[in-house]
């Protein structure tokens, strides 16, 4: 608000001044919902300036549309009457909808702005129409409409208001080249049997490339199945329909629908995004208004008063204090943002604590397991509710402890919510307890940037699955976790179920990897801590003699191509909100810019100007758009990376703004140009974009450029060109891809979010397979759950060769138990699927499985060969084969299956040896295993102490394949989100068909 009346309101009032000196009408069009008020303020401020004193030239556009509209009719009367002067107010019926729509979606607001049906909104626009002409006195009614039925309505209308017609009463309006033939006939003369009315032809200018995204709105909007344009081209639509009275209309949906108003059936309301799933439905998370007064006014108070709570963060059976800076082990935590405001207290556990913790689980583990899915569901589901309830204040402590903007704590908050509903959904829906048992104890490890959503997600997750859970978060977050562990506690789940343990990673962390009853561990962090926790995990085996799950979700060096095609506009705002968002600190955010030469120069000199509007500063203030990073070891980094950009010649252009006197860790965001990837050793986690250029043919190479860092979590292209949009989608190696949108904020359920390679092990978070990694059951049952590829999976080369593989005959082999190997690959075999995952209009979200990439087999036995065979082919992997030595029954094998599958089979399956996997270069992405637990953990430990990403490891005992329980191929799939912005064009053609 303060630099809109500081900066905008001036300009508009120069613009006025000018329009006045030569007698030019000037109207504000208030076209965002979340922008009404502040173009009402403008309007006022307007109307109040002593040099536009007498003029009649100032006007609003209001769009019937939008439900506040009479309301706002009111307003500008009654602005008028106060102002002493006529106002030109412009009635359209609205020119963005579906924006509205989608954008209520998003913010999982309580409604719409707008009317979901066409219907509604032509009665919306008559009733206007009528309080508008009803005070002549104060308005000049300018009625923009195509539609003829609307037309002939204000005609009649405005001559039982306002009597016979007279110069200045009213006037129609018309878009430029729009309804040419309708106008005839209302600007023609009575004469002639035509109406005699004024109309003002409006129309856009500017250039080709600016008017493009305009023209193409245009079409959309004429191309609805609602749009008058569109129906009177129809000569199927009988006229009589085509001039029916909207209010009639009206009353015959409240007839058949058994209520007056209802809004449009196929359009749900935000909290209802997710309620057509099945058994799998949930309530969407509520989200705030940040431009609504009255909710921004309750925030306010609920933000102060956090400001007054003591804050505390211990192990459990700690007492608590009453004045912790005075009793010894208590350290305080500082606001990132403001160094002199203590946000809270944390004592960190000791080892004996953190052992005690440990033991308590597993005694309570159990209980936990045994307790009904169902159950644990709704424990879930009651903490979900808890958390909206008592959201606001708990905003205020996200804020301050990690030194969030609002719009980001509001966000953390939501996705927090939407795990705990959509785990406890799916356990809800999937589980059983007889067929799925939980894995024990798991340790989750969560990191400071996200330290609600990403320690809730891991949290809820793990409890879902019926585990009890050691919740260790990050040294500088522990406050916001301890809250959430305490709604937890409140909404049901036992306290040894769930345990805070505070604590530095190298001490308290390590000790609980190491821990004997530790079962399973879930860290999100650096690719570097998560290969440590791999090898300590490699150093012992579950209790039925498996690798301990490790969940790894880190880093990426993520990167964003723009080619020519691209709207320049677009493309500012999403490269902005991705790499400076948060300050930089989420694992998805751009790092690496790749801007197409022939639209560098402009892109980049948008980018440095639209980056200087951003202002840094505390977060606590609505006006902060980049806020601190965690802390000064963080700031120093970062600022040394800068340094050395600079140094090396770089051009580097950073953020000048910044909101008053700042006293914490601030980083200015930077831009720096760099002439090449090989700059970039690792990820800078914080407020640097680096941009590169490239030329069109150099396309493929820079694709290979960004696979080769060896990271993929998130992936950006802008690009008009569908065939590039395919190219780039299909060679890019990454588990979020994103189209002509922002890389980051992806939504549980919608976009399940996790990388490959160096970002991360899988599943992904919020994902279809993420329970099932937490939980032991007969192998391939989450991808059971799961749709098949829509096209014919035999045609798939792998495919086929399983197929010959089911029919040959192997020596030293059963052949029931052989085929029923094969048969159950095929069975669980998910290669090629690929689907729609529900989610707000105007976007599309795929959700699809990839081949994992080089699977490494290990068998002990021919039937394991077989088993291990099977499962690589029937996930599409190329499959390296390591036979033991000495072993001719496994050679033999070996040797039948070569033969059987001829030339093809020899591009995918290869034979290798075990020196191989200890070289870092050799591709290895899982690791199937046949054999006993020593060998195991030899095998294991060769693995884990390789460099590059860490290797999933399944494995088999011989009994355990002879008894058909084979592998699971869901740890031979790459998961990947493609989400797309389907209304980057100009519109949702999908919705607009829907009004």
């Keep these: 608000y303060d630099r809109v009346m500081a900066e905008l309101l001036p300009r508009v009032l120069r613009l006025a001044e000018l329009a006045k000196q ?56 009654d602005l008028a009457r106060r102002s002493r002067r006529r106002l030109m107010v412009r009635l359209v019926k609205g020119a963005y909808w579906d924006s509205e729509i989608k954008r209520a979606q998003l913010d999982g607001l309580a409604g719409y702005p707008v009317y979901t049906r066409k219907v509604y909104t032509d009665v919306s626009y008559l009733a206007c129409a009528r309080k508008l002409l009803e005070a002549p006195d104060a308005v000049y009614p300018q009625f ?50 035509k109406l005699a009315r004024p109309c003002r032809i409006y129309a856009p200018v500017g250039s080709h490339e600016t008017l493009l995204a305009y023209l193409v709105r245009r079409l959309l909007e004429n191309g609805a199945n609602t749009s008058f344009v569109n129906r009177i081209g129809d000569a199927s639509v009988p006229v009589a329909e085509l001039v029916s009275d909207p209010v009639e209309d009206v009353l015959a949906i409240a007839r058949d629908e058994g209520r007056l108003g209802a809004p449009h059936p196929r359009i749900a309301l935000p909290h209802d995004l997710f309620a057509g799933e099945g058994r799998l439905a949930r309530a969407n998370s509520q989200g705030l208004n940040l431009a609504h007064e009255q909710q921004l006014a309750s925030l306010a108070a609920a933000l102060l008063y956090s400001t007054r709570q003591t804050y505390l963060a211990a192990a459990p059976q700690t007492p608590l204090p009453a004045n912790p800076a005075q009793t010894p082990g208590w350290e305080p935590l500082r606001n990132p943002a403001e160094l002199s405001d203590i946000v809270g207290w944390v004592r960190e556990a000791s080892a ?53 903007t609002l719009p980001n704590a509001v966000a953390e908050i939501r996705e927090a919510v939407d795990f705990l509903r959509y785990y406890g959904a799916q356990v809800a829906a999937q589980f059983d307890n007889a067929a799925q048992r939980p894995l024990g104890v798991i340790l989750a490890i969560s990191p400071w940037n996200f330290p609600l959503a990403i320690f809730c997600g891991q949290v809820a997750a793990a409890l879902a699955a019926g585990n009890t859970v050691l919740a260790k978060p990050a040294e500088q977050t522990p406050l916001t976790a301890a809250a959430m562990v305490q709604i937890l506690h409140e909404a049901g789940v036992p306290q040894g179920a769930l345990q805070l343990v505070p ?21 999100t962090g650096s690719t570097e801590v998560a290969r440590l926790i791999a090898r300590q995990l490699s150093t012992r085996l579950s209790p039925n003699g498996h690798p301990i799950p490790l969940i790894a979700e880190t880093g990426g060096q993520n990167a964003m191509i723009v080619d020519s095609s691209a ?157 590039t949009i395919a190219h ?57 759950a799961l749709p098949r590829a829509e096209a014919d999976q035999a045609q798939q080369p792998t495919l086929q060769l399983l197929a010959r593989l089911q029919q040959t005959t192997l020596p030293g082999v059963d052949a029931a138990l052989a085929r029923a190997a094969c048969d159950a690959a095929l069975a669980a075999s998910r290669q090629g ?92 992405t899982a690791l199937l295993f046949e054999g006993d637990g020593d060998a195991l953990l030899q095998v294991g430990a060769l693995v884990a102490a390789r460099e590059g990403a860490i290797v999933r490891v399944e494995s088999r005992s011989s009994d355990e394949l002879a008894a058909g329980l084979g592998y699971d191929l869901a740890a031979l799939v790459h998961e990947q989100s493609i989400s797309t912005n389907t209304a980057a064009a100009g519109g949702n053609a999908q919705l607009m068909t829907m009004a």
């Design 728 to 784: 780039l989608s299909e060679r890019v190696q990454a588990g979020n891809l994103y189209v002509n949108r922002n890389v980051i904020g992806a939504v549980v359920g919608v976009q399940p979010f996790g990388g490959m390679g160096l970002s991360g092990t899988g599943p992904k978070a919020g994902g279809p397979l993420y329970l099932h990694r937490l939980a032991q059951g007969a192998p391939n049952t989450a991808l059971a």
């Design 22 to 77: 030569y007698d030019i009408g000037m109207n504000i069009d208030a076209e965002e919902a979340d922008r009404l008020e502040l173009s009402l303020d403008l309007m006022e401020a307007l109307c109040a300036a002593p040099s536009l004193k007498g003029w009649s030239g100032i006007g609003f556009v209001v769009q019937a549309y939008q439900k506040r509209c009479p309301q706002v009719i009111d307003y500008l009367i």
């Design 503 to 523: 604590g530095r990673g190298e001490t308290v962390g390590a000790a609980l990897v190491a821990h004997p009853q530790v079962a399973g561990v879930m860290f």
């Design 144 to 193: 923009a409409t195509h539609n003829a039925q609307t037309l002939a309505s204000i005609y009649q209308l405005a001559a039982s208001v306002g009597g016979s017609y007279y110069s200045g009463q009213y006037e129609f309006q018309c878009l430029h080249g729009m309804g040419e033939p309708l106008y005839q006939q209302v600007t023609g003369p009575a004469s002639e049997g």
């Design 833 to 924: 699927a690929s689907w729609l995952l529900p989610g707000p209009t105007g976007e599309s979200n795929r959700y699809r499985l990839l081949p994992r990439g080089p699977v490494w087999a290990l068998p002990r036995t021919p039937l394991g060969l077989v088993h291990q065979l099977a499962a690589a082919l029937a996930s599409g992997n190329p499959c390296h084969v390591v036979l033991p030595q000495g072993d001719q029954g496994c050679a033999a094998a070996w040797d039948a299956i070569a033969a059987a599958l001829g030339a093809a089979g020899q591009d995918l399956l290869r034979r290798a040896d075990a020196a191989s996997l200890q070289d870092a270069s050799t591709p290895v």
């Design 352 to 404: 004996d604590e953190a052992q005690a913790a440990a033991e308590r689980a597993a005694q309570a583990a159990p209980i936990w397991a045994g307790t009904p899915p169902a159950a644990r569901a709704d424990a879930l589901a009651r903490a979900a509710d808890l958390l909206e309830q008592r959201s606001q204040p708990l905003m205020g402590l996200i804020q301050r402890e990690a030194g969030k």
């Design 567 to 723: 709207l320049a506009e677009q493309v500012v705002a999403d490269v902005l909100s991705s790499a400076f968002d948060s300050a930089g600190q989420r694992c998805s955010a751009l790092r690496v810019l790749c801007l197409q030469e022939d639209v560098a120069d402009r892109t980049l000199a948008m980018l440095h100007g639209a980056l200087q509007e951003w202002t840094m500063g505390n977060p606590d203030r609505q006006s902060t758009d980049v806020g601190p990073v965690i802390d000064e070891q963080a700031r120093a980094q970062i600022e040394a990376h800068i340094k050395r950009m600079e140094d090396a010649g770089q051009k580097v252009t950073r953020v000048q703004r910044q909101d008053g006197q700042l006293h914490g860790h601030f980083v200015a965001p930077a831009i720096i140009e760099i002439d090449s990837t090989s700059r970039l050793t690792r990820e800078v986690f914080g407020p640097v974009l680096h941009v590169i250029r490239f030329q069109r043919e150099q396309l493929d190479a820079l694709i290979d450029g960004i696979n080769a860092t060896g990271y993929g979590l998130t992936f950006g292209v802008h690009s008009r060109i569908d065939e």
